[in-house]
């Protein structure tokens, strides 16, 4: 079992916006702002699309924004587009000066 | 260019060791966050470790006191000397490096392919 949980899986249409939602605890979420974002599509290794809560990485579009309230983080994802379909795991630094990851959640572009 | 490239991955008993290397190249690993994350077949990822660019290094619990995380300065490379391995340790193993910009040392922002290590007899 994940230290961070995040739904099994979402869905939506092209265009469509979408939310992906990661809970923790004030040991790792809500204690630091250090909450990343990351794409997995099957094969290939994970991207990190969001990191500090909210900052985009160079190259990555802006369809993709993070917050984070108390204990729990979300990645919204804007403008759906197919190549959106993939893994998407959150990840927190923790009081213990490590790194928790949620379970991942499938994405799914009807 | 940033890259990064895993090796010493393999079939190994229960029981045995088994050394991962990770050759970077376009950065300076000492001058890095460098941290290992593993995912097994069908799962999630986990985190394994990671080496602070001061030295510091810090591990899951579920393979403190069985793995070792290190580096080598002259040949740009990090390592993951892995004792003790069971079944559990099956996974492809990825290492990577901070984002830089600025941004938290465990935000992970350049990945390599990975490396698979199945444990079996």
């Known amino acids: 079992q994940s230290a961070l949980t995040q739904p099994a899986s979402v869905s939506g249409s092209p265009g469509q916006s979408i939310t992906i939602s990661c809970t923790g605890t004030?040991?790792?979420?809500?204690?630091?702002?250090?909450v990343s974002w990351y794409q997995q599509h099957p094969g290939k290794a994970p991207k990190l699309m969001i990191y500090?809560?909210?900052n985009r990485p160079s190259g990555v579009s802006n369809r993709f924004s993070g917050s984070k309230s108390g204990n729990t983080a979300s990645l919204t994802i804007s403008g759906l587009q197919a190549e959106d379909e993939a893994d998407y795991y959150c990840?927190?630094?923790?009081?213990?000066?490590?790194?928790?990851f949620g379970g991942g959640t499938k994405l799914t572009v009807l | 260019e940033v890259q990064l490239v895993e090796t010493g991955g393999g079939l190994i008993q229960p029981g045995g060791s088994l050394r991962l290397s990770c050759a970077a190249s376009?950065?300076?690993?000492?001058?890095?966050?460098m941290s290992w994350v593993r995912q097994a077949p069908g799962k999630g990822l986990e985190w394994v470790s990671v080496?602070?660019?001061?030295?510091?290094?810090y591990y899951a619990d579920s393979v403190k006191g069985r793995f070792t995380i290190s580096r080598d300065n002259s040949k740009n490379t990090l390592y993951l000397q892995m004792n003790s391995l069971r079944a559990e340790d099956t996974a492809v193993y990825y290492c990577?490096?901070?984002?830089?910009?600025?941004?938290?040392?465990?935000?992970?922002?350049?990945w390599g392919q990975g490396t698979l290590v199945t444990v079996s007899s």
């Open positions: 990577a490096r901070d984002e830089g910009s600025g941004s938290h040392p465990l935000a992970l922002g350049y």
């Open positions: 376009g950065f300076t690993v000492s001058s890095n966050y």
């Open positions: 080496i602070y660019s001061g030295g510091s290094t």
């Open positions: 004030s040991s790792d979420v809500g204690g630091y702002n250090y």
């Open positions: 500090d809560v909210s």
């Open positions: 990840s927190s630094y923790t009081s213990s000066s490590t790194l928790e």
